[in-house]
């Protein structure tokens, strides 16, 4: 990483120094990016939430997991949820239907999943938000966001490709960071869910849910 090289001095009211880099024997004015919500990008820490890959259900609308902000005061950005197929079990897999929506109520029952931080430095998580894998109640769906299919069949081309890439990406690309989006933004007492939408058991799949909070 190379850090700025200089400064120089600008003076409206009672001035302020500002980070200059040599470059050819010019100074160059150094910038930081904001975000489209005026944070400074990678200013805000980040946790993830890893839902290992679990078996799918054989139950027509099953809920795999939830993520819902109870906090009467902070902001949650979602910046990123990959699906992750598993392609190292073996299964007679067929294409399966699924569905992110949002949610007006947390989920109850299923297993909390403890989000890790990407810099142990920053401040735990606030206790209010909370995710789990396969919640038994609760979770009230509201708005629809995206439907989409996939295969779990481990051999398959695409399935295989999605995989190797890292996972599928939910968050629609308008709204990633790297587009300049603000992520899938949820205010107090609202959440996500993802539903198996198709009545199988045959596959498993696994999630990686990136999110800020201000």
């Known amino acids: 990483m190379t850090l700025a090289g200089d400064s120089i001095l600008v003076t409206p009211g009672s001035g302020a120094t500002v980070a200059t880099h040599t ?8 910038v930081m990016v904001a975000d489209a919500a005026g944070h400074i990008l990678g200013s805000k820490p980040e946790y993830i939430y890893l839902i290992p890959s679990q078996v ?3 139950a027509a609308n099953a809920v795999h997991w939830d993520l819902f902000n109870a906090d009467a005061t902070v902001v949650v950005r979602v910046l990123s949820i990959l699906q992750i197929p598993n392609i190292t079990t073996a299964v007679t897999g067929i294409v399966f239907d699924w569905l992110l929506e949002r949610t007006t109520a947390v989920g109850t029952g299923g297993s909390t999943i403890t989000a890790w931080q990407a810099d ?3 401040p735990a998580l606030d206790a209010d938000i909370t995710c789990r894998s396969k919640p038994t109640g609760g979770a009230t769906a509201s708005t629809d966001l995206r439907n989409y299919s996939l295969s779990s069949e481990e051999t398959n081309t695409g399935t295989i490709i999605i995989a190797s890439q890292g ?3 939910l968050v629609p690309r308008p709204l990633l ?4 989006g603000e992520g899938i933004v949820l205010r107090q007492n609202q959440g996500l869910r993802c539903v198996q939408v198709t009545n199988s058991a ?5 999630w990686l849910i990136t999110i800020t909070v201000e």
């Open 120 to 122: 142990l430095n920053d």
């Open 177 to 180: 960071a790297g587009e300049g």
């Open 23 to 30: 470059v050819a024997s010019k100074e160059h004015q150094v």
């Open 167 to 169: 996972g599928l990406e």
């Open 202 to 206: 045959a596959g498993n799949t696994g």
């Open 56 to 58: 799918h259900v054989a």
